[in-house]
């Protein structure tokens, strides 16, 4: 594939700005170093972000779609941009949890850390106005947020990519606790209708804890100040790629 050229900015992001590119079936996704927490009320800037997240979502996409979940990603022209087959995104964000904590614990009161017999699939309505809430299967059925075999793809996609990424992060003595996903309707003609999984797969919509020490290697290090954000995800890099992110 020939790489397109970026054109004009579409929509900026928490951590990411969406250009357009000369290819009208393609998006130019830039990942920036911008942190948010609590639905932006609490924001920052945190070197190397952006790069370490579009280089740890551009492998495990490539890989989900090797082991048959397709993936928005067409291709990576730098260390921070992803190329990707534009989409519709489905408003109806995914998360998989195998052990409780975050708003889990906060909504039913079960206490953090305590495992899940088995994961747990749980829908929430994308909206930054209402704060994504909860919802269940009938609200996005009634609402015309997404179609009954869509719903169905999307939990059974969702379960698949927690398989492989609980073994992905398990190679590096990382426990996977929960994690969210974005889905969207393929828009190019040949394509139409296929559901691509979009957005990205990184520790900023993801829970890991390292295995026996529980030191946290995500976005609660900024969310609960825990410690240097950039380092924990500098560490995580190196750990993942063998090496460190800027050699020397
Ligand atoms: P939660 O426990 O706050 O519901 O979060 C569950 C997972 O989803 C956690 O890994 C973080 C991720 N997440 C996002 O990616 N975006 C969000 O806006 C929220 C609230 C959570
Ligand atoms: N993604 C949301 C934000 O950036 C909430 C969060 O991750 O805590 O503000």
């Not at 889990?104 to 994961?119: Q, V």
């Not at 909206?127 to 009634?142: K, M, T």
């Not at 919509?205 to 529980?214: A, D, F, N």
Request: hydrophobic letters at 40%; one cysteine or more.
């Amino acid at each position: 594939m020939t790489t397109p050229s970026k054109t004009e900015l579409q929509y900026t992001g928490k951590a990411k700005n969406v250009y357009g590119t000369t290819d009208p079936d393609l998006v130019w996704i830039e990942f920036t170093d911008g942190a948010t927490a609590f639905n932006g009320v609490k924001r920052a800037q945190v070197r190397d972000k952006g790069e370490v997240n579009a280089r740890l979502s551009a492998i495990i996409f490539e890989r989900l779609d090797a082991s048959g979940v397709p993936t928005h990603l067409a291709s990576t022209p730098s260390p921070t941009v992803h190329i990707c087959h534009r989409v519709q995104i489905i408003p109806v964000e995914v998360v998989v949890r195998n052990i409780a904590a975050g708003s889990l614990s906060k909504r039913l009161g079960i206490a953090e850390g305590t495992a899940l017999d088995r994961p747990l699939v749980e829908f929430f309505y994308k909206s930054d106005a209402l704060d994504d809430p909860l919802v269940n299967d009938d609200h996005a059925l009634l609402f015309g947020w997404a179609q009954a075999w869509e719903l169905a793809y999307l939990r059974h996609a969702a379960l698949e990519v927690n398989d492989f990424l609980r073994a992905f992060w398990d190679e590096f003595d990382l426990t996977l606790v929960d994690f969210k996903l974005e889905f969207g309707r393929a828009l190019a003609p040949d394509r139409r209708g296929q559901i691509l999984l979009a957005d990205e797969i990184t520790p900023d919509g993801s829970r890991l804890w390292e295995k026996g020490t529980q030191r946290r290697f995500d976005k609660d290090v900024f969310r609960r100040d825990l410690g240097d954000l950039g380092d924990t995800y500098r560490e995580l890099f190196r750990r993942v790629f063998g090496q460190r992110l800027h050699a020397g």
